[in-house]
């Protein structure tokens, strides 16, 4: 299990960013676990933040931060 606050790592899209919450999704009728990670990026020389939220499956921590 993360902890808010830690750095992890999407291992599907690549996304780096920092753990801020959890949530839950329906899957095939079962209540998933997830991660609300907040992302940021460069896109066009502006940066902007989004919050991706995946199954923790997903992520991974990141060591180096």
Known sequence: MFN???YVLNQQNGYLGKV????H???DNVYT???QVLVAENENSQKRELVIEDII?????N???
């Open 63 to 65: 060591v180096a931060n």
């Open 20 to 23: 801020i919450g959890y949530g």
């Open 33 to 35: 676990t997830t991660l």
């Open 4 to 6: 808010i606050g830690d």
């Open 57 to 61: 499956s997903a992520w991974t921590l």
């Open 25 to 27: 999704q329906l899957i």
